[in-house]
Antibody, heavy 124, light 110 residues
């Protein structure tokens, strides 16, 4: 069965950096796009980034320049490097397998499996 | 401010049918397939509907999705207490060049 396990969250001071990891199992990791979605406490979901199986990267405009997504297919792992962290980056960060294809001329992009999340708290 | 607009809350009684709306624009709902996610209290979201009206394996057929123009809706029939959760619509936005989510709707089963 598909399993995604995030790690690397924690308490960091404003301006600091953090690297999140996501260990994947139960599917052929290298075949799939992978993404990160975050959720601030008591708030809704916000897409952060995704990376294609050929390592093309996409970022939410509001986070461009501060986050870098990467993957290591040999280790079935996804990463998110976050720099210059701000209080508003405090959130649960979810790793998710990303489906991306055309069906009868309609574009489909969705997150079919999610991890349990890792909490990032930015505070002095 | 979310790109997709959902009502903050809806409620219903067991056995009832409820719908959750999601409105957007031509660059998102109007041109791409809609997805819905369910987030039970204290847990990670799960995919509920993809491709506007398709259910992943294991999702009961009490859940159905539809779309018309730049609006979409999720219908839940035969409401059960375990359906009490937050529901999010999402789709691709051609202008933002990325996925966008609605603000979420909290479903309360009375």
């Amino acid at each position: 069965q598909v399993q995604l396990v995030e790690s690397g969250g924690g308490l960091v001071k404003p301006g600091g950096s953090l690297r999140l990891s996501c260990a994947a199992s139960g599917f052929t990791f290298s075949d799939y796009y992978m993404g990160w979605i975050r959720q601030a406490p008591g708030k809704g979901l916000q897409w952060v980034s995704f990376i294609t199986n050929t390592e093309t990267t996409y970022y939410a405009e509001s986070l461009k320049g501060r986050v870098t997504i990467s993957r290591d297919n040999s280790k079935n792992s996804l990463f998110l490097q976050m720099n210059s962290l701000r209080a508003e980056d405090t959130a649960m960060y979810y790793c998710a397998r990303t489906m991306n294809y055309y069906d009868s001329g309609t574009y489909l992009n969705y997150f079919d499996f999610w991890g349990q999340g890792t909490l990032v708290t930015v505070s002095s | 401010q979310s790109v997709l607009t959902q009502p903050p809350s809806v409620s219903g009684t067991p056995g009832q049918r409820v719908t959750i709306s999601c409105s957007g624009g031509n660059s998102n709902i109007g041109n791409n397939a809609l997805n819905w996610y369910q987030q039970l209290p204290g847990t990670a979201p799960i995919l509920l509907i993809f491709g506007t009206n398709q259910r992943p394996s294991g999702v009961p057929d009490r859940f159905s999705g539809s779309k018309s123009g730049t609006s979409a809706s999720l219908a839940i029939s035969g409401l059960q207490s375990e359906d009490e959760a937050d529901y999010y619509c999402a789709t691709w936005d051609d202008i933002l060049d990325g996925p966008v989510f609605g603000g979420g709707t909290k479903l309360t089963v009375l």
